[in-house]
Structure formats: structure tokens, C-alpha cells
């Protein structure tokens, strides 16, 4: 991926090394239901569940912190020059689309950090994952996270990576075009969160799609994919789906705990946003998935 030729974003800010923090989840105690779902994001993100106590709801407070603020992230590290680009490139799609339709697009921040962060959904430990928080509006990534999935799914490509990055951002947009909202109207009318058609499922699937559109939209600009980049992303895609990492980890898959959908669902939606560069074709909340 000729991924140099990006325009550099100015929206990556370096929080360097976690604050602490005790257990906690939205300020609350976890009950039965928290734990569950931290069984089953420690299962998706193929880390220990309980490193993820510190991961709070979208939309709570964060709680006090002895953090430095986020600033300006060096533009002399190869990786954060990587991530500049690449967030510079979803910010051009994306600012296309929401012109296309009469709307502003608002560019979110995208936050690095090491071992821990505090954040507006409260804190999360390098375990997490890359994440999304609604809260404030920004996306969260430990760059320690290209080196696991080097190690772990063997999965190095620049595209791979890419593909991370943008299907966060593609919940940056759900959350701007009111899907976040959405789901949680539809989780108080008692609809289903996890589950192999829960909205957990249909939500990260859209993610998945959004990031193809904007692979779509990216190549058409800077022609930068090269021989095997879409494979590395589809490998990458692959190796995530629920029903690979559960039998990876426990032997088993069990549909009733998907959050994200199975590794073919994950494959499908984001090709479909890459095949038509549509966001229309993204709607995976309406029939089957």
C-alpha cells in the first residue's frame, strides 16, 4: 500500500503512558450482565476480560485523572506518520460524502496512548483493543496492537492496518448519523444486544462496510493499493469474526456471544462497501445479515 501518499491529518494527539485507575465500568458496580459482556469482549479482542474492568459506557464521565492531556502526536515515528495518513485519507472520503448529502462532517480526534487511557466512556487498558468512544467523540489505538496482530494472526499489511483505523472511523459515523442513538432506543424497547442477529452483531458489520467504502472512495484518490493489499484486509477480517476467535480460544463457537459477527459476515459487509463504495448498501440493521 503506497500509503505515503496520504495528506497528513492534524487530528492524531499522543496521551502517552495510561493513567491508573481502579476496576470500574460507567462509575457502577458490574453485575451479572457486566461481567458476561466483559467475558465476551475479552473474547473478541482475545485478551483477558478482565482487563477491560477499566471500560466504561459511552456518554458517563470520565472519572479524574493525574493523565497528561492528549497533544500533538510526533510526526517523526513511522507508525504515527502511518496513522496520520491514513486518518488524513477518511476525513477527505468522508468530508466528500457528507458534502455529497448537504451535511459537515466532523472530523473526529484519534488518540494514541500505552498501557491505559481515560476517556469520556471512562478508562480502558491497552486489552480493549482499538476503540470508539461516543462520548467524546474520538477514536482510541494503542499502536501495540499492529505488532499483536503480527504476532498473533501473522497479519503485517499496511491495508490490514488501514482497515483497523477505518472501521473505527466508521463508527465515528454511525455515531454523527445517529445509528448510536438507534441502538440504544432499540436496547430500551428490549431488543437484543448480543446474539448472532443482535445489534452489537449489526453494528460492528456496519462498521465493517463503512470502511469499505471508504477503501473504495480512497483508492479511486490516491491509487495507492498494490498487489495482495485487499487479501491482507480480507485476511485480517477473517481472523476477527467471532466464530474463528471462539474456537481459537475455547474450542467452540457459540453464536448466542457474537458481538461482531462471524469472520464470512465480516468479509461480506466489508466488500460490499469496497465492491460499491455506497453507503446506501450499508444497512445492516433491515433483513437478514
Given at each position: 500500500m503506497l500509503w505515503q501518499k496520504g495528506?497528513?491529518?492534524?487530528?492524531?494527539?499522543?496521551?502517552?503512558?495510561?493513567?491508573?485507575?481502579?476496576?470500574?465500568?460507567?462509575?457502577?458496580?458490574?453485575g451479572i450482565g457486566g461481567i458476561i459482556i466483559l467475558a465476551i469482549l475479552g473474547?473478541?479482542?482475545?485478551?483477558?476480560?478482565?482487563?477491560?474492568l477499566g471500560q466504561g459506557d459511552p456518554g458517563a464521565t470520565a472519572p479524574?485523572?493525574?493523565?497528561?492531556?492528549?497533544?500533538?502526536?510526533?510526526?517523526?515515528?513511522?507508525?504515527?506518520d502511518f496513522v496520520r495518513a491514513i486518518l488524513g485519507e477518511t476525513e477527505d472520503t468522508w468530508g466528500e460524502i457528507f458534502a455529497a448529502?448537504?451535511?459537515?462532517?466532523?472530523?473526529?480526534?484519534?488518540?494514541?496512548?500505552?498501557?491505559?487511557?481515560?476517556?469520556?466512556?471512562?478508562?480502558?487498558?491497552?486489552?480493549?483493543?482499538?476503540?470508539y468512544c461516543p462520548g467524546d467523540h474520538r477514536v482510541y489505538l494503542d499502536l501495540g496492537f499492529f505488532q499483536e496482530m503480527q504476532s498473533r494472526f501473522h497479519e503485517a499489511g499496511d491495508f490490514a492496518r488501514a482497515y483497523v483505523i477505518a472501521h473505527e472511523v466508521g463508527h465515528h459515523v454511525q455515531n454523527l448519523v445517529g445509528v448510536f442513538d438507534k441502538v440504544s432506543d432499540a436496547r430500551q424497547r428490549g431488543a437484543r444486544l448480543e446474539g448472532a442477529t443482535g445489534l452489537s452483531v449489526r453494528q460492528e458489520?456496519?462498521?465493517?462496510c463503512f470502511a469499505g467504502v471508504w477503501a473504495n472512495h480512497s483508492q479511486q484518490r490516491q491509487h495507492w493499493l498494490q498487489p495482495g493489499d485487499?487479501?491482507?484486509?480480507?485476511?485480517?477480517?477473517?481472523?476477527?469474526?467471532?466464530?474463528?476467535?471462539?474456537e481459537q480460544s475455547q474450542g467452540r463457537v457459540v453464536p448466542d456471544s457474537f458481538t461482531h459477527g462471524t469472520s464470512a459476515q465480516r468479509v461480506h459487509w466489508f466488500r460490499t462497501g469496497l465492491d460499491s463504495g455506497d453507503v446506501?448498501?450499508?444497512?445492516?440493521?433491515?433483513?437478514?445479515i
Open positions: 495528506r497528513r491529518s492534524d487530528n492524531v494527539e499522543d496521551a502517552g503512558q495510561g493513567g491508573g485507575g481502579g476496576p470500574s465500568f460507567g462509575g457502577r458496580g458490574l473474547l473478541v479482542f482475545f485478551k483477558d476480560p478482565t482487563a477491560l479524574p485523572s493525574t493523565q497528561q492531556a492528549p497533544h500533538q502526536a510526533s510526526a517523526n515515528d513511522p507508525q504515527v448529502n448537504g451535511q459537515q462532517y466532523e472530523q473526529p480526534k484519534l488518540v494514541l496512548f500505552r498501557n491505559g487511557v481515560r476517556t469520556a466512556c471512562g478508562s480502558a487498558s491497552s486489552a480493549v483493543g482499538p476503540f458489520l456496519q462498521a465493517d485487499i487479501e491482507s484486509a480480507i485476511n485480517a477480517a477473517t481472523a476477527i469474526g467471532d466464530d474463528a476467535l471462539q446506501g448498501k450499508c444497512n445492516t440493521f433491515s433483513g437478514p
